[in-house]
């Protein structure tokens, strides 16, 4: 059964290559890029396939929602959304494990990834499973409308 492992972030700060690098840990170091996507909306408006890497700062720029999803040869996935919203950057970060994920090695995954999370000092953070949180509530409604999440993280 597959394992799919999100964090969801709000930050003030473009660090998308970091919570990337912190994901791809995970799977197979022989990974590649599957596709860069760009869109106006979640439904998928006016959708591109961006060609080069080097131009995701320009269509995130242009308040563009850009996803950045790599594989590798054993079916994991990783991925990375990021919506700019005014002076905001909100973040969506996932991998799918192909195999099956032991109790002990989620607790190690969600103990690794909350360190690297509290060094990005991103205003709120959920770490989870298969989770649902709204970033776009109010500060104080996001944690009591959320669910699947295990782990949270906020400024101090």
Known sequence: ???NIELC?????????DIL?????????????????AMDDWTYSNLVDIDDINL???????NRIVTITYSDYFMN?????VEKKKDKYHYDGWFKLSDECS???YARILEELEAVVRE????????GREMYVDLDLPVNEIKSEASGVDIWISKN
């Not at 972030?9 to 290559?17: C, T």
């Not at 690098?21 to 996507?37: G, T, V």
């Not at 995701?56 to 242009?62: Q, R, T």
């Open 1 to 3: 059964m597959e394992e």
């Open 9 to 17: 972030l709000v930050s003030d700060k473009e660090i998308h290559n």
């Open 21 to 37: 690098q912190a994901l791809l840990k995970y799977i197979n170091p022989e990974y590649y890029i599957d596709s860069i996507q």
């Open 56 to 62: 995701v700062d320009d269509y995130i720029a242009l």
């Open 77 to 81: 996935r990783v991925g990375v959304s």
């Open 103 to 105: 109790k002990e090695k």
């Open 120 to 127: 990005m000092n991103p205003d709120i953070c959920a770490i």
